[in-house]
């Protein structure tokens, strides 16, 4: 389908709106490897956002839920916003706003990737400490919980 027109550029939007909530950085370039020029792509997510259909924050709060839920942590979630090209300010409003609890976070993917419990030796202590900053916590949070410190 060529992307040649306002309304193709549009209905395209629109599509990949109605399967998840997109950031404008993330819709544009998806529009622009569809070939759609850059003028139309403007015009077409311009009027969207007037219409409400494009939100970065319902963007933004949708992807920090998602990921929370998975398993992640508040670095991670934060660089990989990053990376989407949204800017630091609304990161952080959207992280504080998810008002998520990171410690019961970090202590449910805890027991649930290392069901033994606290880790017995160095190596292991090391293996639980990179696995958990790789989901996005910090050393702090991490250390805490490994010296048994957040365990109800």
């Known amino acids: 389908m060529m992307l040649d027109t306002l309304v193709a550029v549009r209905r395209t939007a629109m599509d990949l709106l109605a399967r998840r909530e997109h950031g404008r950085v993330e819709l544009t370039r998806k ?6 020029p850059v003028e139309l792509i403007d015009s077409a997510l311009d009027r969207l956002a007037e219409e409400g259909l494009l939100s970065e924050s319902r963007y933004l ?17 934060r660089e990989e916003l990053a990376q989407r090209g949204l800017p630091r300010a609304a990161i952080e409003q959207a992280l504080a706003a998810a008002d998520i609890d990171w410690s019961a976070q970090l202590r449910e ?9 606290l880790p017995t030796d ?22 805490r919980l490994l010296r048994g410190a957040d365990l109800d």
Not at 31 to 36: E, K, P, V
Not at 62 to 77: C, D, E, N, Q, T
Not at 109 to 117: D, E, N, T, V
Not at 131 to 137: I, T, W
């Open 122 to 143: 160095v190596r292991e202590r090391a293996k639980q400490g990179r696995f958990l900053a790789y989901r996005g916590f910090s050393q702090e949070q991490i250390g």
């Open 61 to 77: 709060d949708s992807f920090v839920s998602s990921k929370a839920r998975s398993g992640y942590g508040p670095l991670r979630i």
């Open 109 to 117: 993917l805890w027991q649930r990737k290392f069901p033994a419990g």
């Open 31 to 36: 529009l622009r490897l569809r070939g759609a």
